[in-house]
């Protein structure tokens, strides 16, 4: 917000002149020697109105400086706290934040899936975060099982793969699949645990898959948080995301975003009905009765990927969430100047 200071400033000059009526003017030299009195008295007071209007003038032009530079401060401020849509994302998204608070150790779980004759046919690897520092028992536990399931869910990825393969007859020969799941530390204090994981696949195909998953826990409790939690005011966030996602539409004609993207990310705020934002999606009546209905919940985990720095909130969208794979993902940076994150995290 932009704060503009007005300066009003009123000069009165309150000048006194002599005059005599004219009947004096016929009492000879007195009247003179009073008009000469008055004419006397009127330049000294024009004078000295003259010299305190001097004054008045320069003050006034000296607090409309300091209120100029005052107002360009501020609006350099505004600017440079302003919400913009990243210019490398994947680069921003999987830079990883090697100065925590929290000592973060982070090893590879890897493994080597052969067929029969002994080729490498896949590669799955997973990576493990193992806090350094004591004190963090209840956290430690859920990163374990995070990772865990993680891992599981590579293996079943794999596993269905297989299968297909199988049934196809496709024939493959040297490390052809790849599997792995890398983690980015962003922020770890005493307020919040904040990393993203790069969950990188390619199973055939024209090209890889590749998806970015955040995960933001409350430190002391291992508790996750959800993007309401660390929002001042959530409806302002996601109104101000989403007239910046129109904004850098409108400045750049050669980026298309979907058709019905405001729709998505109004979806994924505040929630997707399965009835209705999936009805065109071929899906048949059994996934519908597997697809739940979140319209209208308050948990927004499962829907929006984001992540908390010491600066800044960041929101992703990945690919094919808001546009096609060739454009990439897509992250909005949030300053903590813009008032939009609670103090406590900001």
């Known amino acids: 917000m932009k704060k503009k200071i007005v300066i009003s400033e009123k000069v009165t000059a309150v000048m006194l002149a002599a005059a005599m009526a004219i009947s004096m003017t016929a009492c000879g030299s007195p009247a003179k020697d009073m008009q000469g009195a008055a004419e006397t008295a009127a330049d000294e007071e024009t004078s000295t109105v003259e010299t305190a209007a001097d004054r008045e003038t320069s003050a006034v032009e000296t607090v409309s400086e300091?209120?100029?530079?005052?107002?360009?401060?501020?609006?350099?401020?505004?600017?440079?706290?302003?919400?913009?849509?990243?210019?490398?994302?994947?680069?921003?998204?999987?830079?990883?934040?090697?100065?925590?608070?929290?000592?973060?150790?982070?090893?590879?779980?890897k493994e080597e899936k052969k067929n029969d004759a002994g080729e490498v046919l896949v590669t799955i690897s997973v990576q493990k975060a193992t806090i350094e520092d004591s004190g963090y028992d209840a956290l430690q536990k859920v990163l374990d099982q995070q990772s865990a399931d993680t891992y599981e869910?590579?293996?079943?990825?794999?596993?269905?793969?297989?299968?297909?393969?199988?049934?196809?007859d496709w024939e493959t020969t040297g490390s052809l699949y790849a599997i792995e799941d890398t983690i980015s530390m962003k922020r770890g204090d005493d307020r919040i645990f904040s990393y993203v994981t790069t969950d990188y696949s390619y199973l055939g195909g024209a090209h890889p898959n590749v998806v970015y998953n955040s995960y933001n826990y409350d430190t002391k409790t291992g508790k996750r948080l959800t993007l309401r939690d660390v929002t001042e005011d959530y409806d302002s966030l996601y109104a101000q995301v989403l007239d910046t996602l129109k904004a850098f539409q409108e400045e750049h004609e050669d980026f298309m975003f979907f058709e019905d993207?405001?729709?998505?990310?109004?979806?994924?705020?505040?929630?997707?009905s399965a009835e209705e934002d999936l009805e065109d999606s071929g899906m048949t009546d059994a996934d519908r009765e597997e697809t739940p209905d979140t319209a209208g919940t308050a948990s927004d985990i499962d829907n929006i990927q984001w992540y908390l720095t010491d600066?800044?909130?960041?929101?992703?969208?990945?690919?094919?969430?808001i546009a096609g794979y060739a454009f990439g993902p897509t992250a909005v940076k949030i300053p903590f100047e813009t008032g939009l994150v609670k103090e406590i995290y900001s």
């Open 66 to 109: 300091i209120a100029g530079n005052t107002t360009e401060s501020t609006e350099n401020a505004a600017t440079d706290a302003e919400i913009l849509v990243a210019e490398d994302p994947d680069t921003e998204i999987t830079a990883s934040n090697e100065n925590t608070d929290i000592k973060v150790t982070v090893e590879d779980q």
């Open 311 to 321: 600066n800044e909130l960041v929101v992703i969208f990945n690919r094919y969430d």
């Open 261 to 272: 993207y405001e729709g998505t990310v109004k979806g994924m705020f505040y929630g997707f």
């Open 153 to 168: 869910l590579a293996q079943e990825a794999w596993g269905d793969m297989q299968a297909f393969l199988e049934d196809s």
